[in-house]
């Protein structure tokens, strides 16, 4: 059943939201498939980023984040600083399945990712990192799709995790391991700004819900807006979006927006991170012209307030702001 942009995981539907956009001609396009996992225990979140830019001029440069082919992993501990591993690879260490072809793989070297799998082993600057893992979810979700401009959707929006990630010696392993989301993002080119937060709660009664919401510039002075949310196994669109609160500065990131429910209810939802929780990389640009800054807490703390309820969450959102 798929209706209004929305997918259920009783068949195909979910699947195609991972099926491959890019072809191995395309000279200006990046195309991303990334996992927040944020560990049950407690002590952090993981993000990981398969990446293939610019398959067609076979990237832009042989500085890791300009090759075309990326695998790039984030650790976010719950006491200490974000550490990011990016190790880039030749255009022919790409194993890719044909474009809208199911099942969806993408292998790089000793990574790879599937629609409920993926795994890899990363071995940097005295570091080893490696990790296999599966998911699963009941719900995924297509923020936008501007056709060959590009497109954000989640596969997997309410994602369990479940498997082992090793890293300089230490091991975190469970079934479950974590929760979070896996996404799969395609484009021409990365818009001028983008605001976007994932939000995993549960509720007192066990019951997980997700939020979700992206914004971004077009062209012509307009702006997109989207945001979506999961509750009680049922999708919401959240209507008349306006945002009352964008900080990023040194030592504080927050995006607070607010709308309306389809029965007219007001619903808030806040995310925010804090000094050390806050990570910044630089992008490269698809013209390869350089790069852009992008801001990403993916070990943040988010509020949803809605008919009189309150929906909370000390660790489980991402927060990422890009561009100027």
């Given at each position: 059943m798929k209706f209004e942009g929305f997918t259920k995981r009783t068949n195909l539907d979910s699947q195609t939201l991972n099926a491959v956009y890019a072809s191995p001609r395309m000279k200006r396009r990046y195309e991303v498939w990334f996992l927040r996992c944020g560990l049950a225990d407690g002590r952090g979140a993981w993000w990981f980023r398969y990446l293939l830019f610019n398959?067609?001029?076979?990237?832009?440069?042989?500085?890791?984040?300009?090759?075309?082919?990326?695998?790039?992993?984030?650790w976010f501990p719950?006491?200490?600083?974000?550490?990011?591993?990016?190790?880039?690879?030749?255009?022919?260490?790409?194993?890719?399945?044909?474009?809208?072809?199911?099942?969806?793989?993408?292998?790089?070297?000793?990574?790879?990712?599937?629609?409920?799998?993926?795994?890899?082993?990363?071995?940097l600057d005295g570091h080893s990192l490696s990790w296999k893992l599966r998911y699963q979810s009941n719900f995924g979700v297509v923020l936008s799709d501007k056709g060959w401009i590009g497109f954000s959707q989640s596969p997997h929006s309410d994602a369990t995790f479940s498997g082992q990630i090793?890293?300089?010696?230490?091991?975190?392993?469970?079934?479950?391991?974590?929760?979070?989301?896996?996404?799969?993002?395609?484009?021409?080119?990365?818009?001028?700004?983008?605001?976007?937060?994932?939000?995993?709660?549960?509720?007192?009664?066990?019951?997980?819900?997700?939020?979700?919401?992206?914004?971004?510039?077009?062209?012509?002075?307009?702006?997109?807006?989207?945001?979506?949310?999961?509750?009680?196994?049922?999708?919401?669109?959240?209507?008349?979006?306006?945002?009352?609160?964008?900080?990023?500065?040194?030592?504080?990131?927050?995006?607070?927006?607010?709308?309306?429910?389809?029965?007219?209810?007001?619903?808030?939802v806040r995310a925010e991170a804090?000094?050390?929780?806050?990570?910044?990389?630089?992008?490269?640009?698809?013209d390869c012209s350089g790069t852009f800054p992008v801001t990403n807490a993916s070990l943040a703390r988010a509020q949803m307030r809605f008919g009189g309820e309150i929906l909370e969450t000390a660790t489980g959102a991402v927060l990422e702001m890009g561009g100027s």
């Open positions: 398959p067609g001029r076979k990237g832009c440069s042989t500085d890791p984040t300009g090759m075309p082919a990326q695998v790039w992993a984030t719950r006491q200490g600083m974000p550490q990011t591993f990016i190790q880039g690879f030749p255009f022919e260490a790409i194993a890719l399945s044909p474009r809208r072809a199911l099942p969806f793989s993408f292998r790089i070297a000793d990574c790879g990712v599937e629609h409920n799998a993926c795994w890899g082993s990363l071995h090793n890293f300089n010696g230490h091991c975190f392993n469970g079934e479950p391991l974590g929760l979070g989301i896996q996404g799969h993002n395609c484009g021409y080119r990365q818009r001028t700004y983008w605001r976007w937060m994932h939000a995993y709660f549960w509720d007192s009664r066990a019951n997980p819900s997700t939020f979700e919401a992206l914004i971004y510039d077009m062209p012509f002075g307009l702006t997109f807006r989207n945001a979506i949310w999961w509750y009680q196994g049922k999708p919401s669109v959240l209507r008349r979006i306006q945002e009352s609160a964008i900080v990023n500065d040194s030592t504080h990131l927050r995006w607070t927006l607010s709308g309306t429910s389809a029965d007219g209810s007001p619903i808030e804090s000094d050390s929780e806050i990570h910044r990389l630089p992008y490269a640009k698809t």
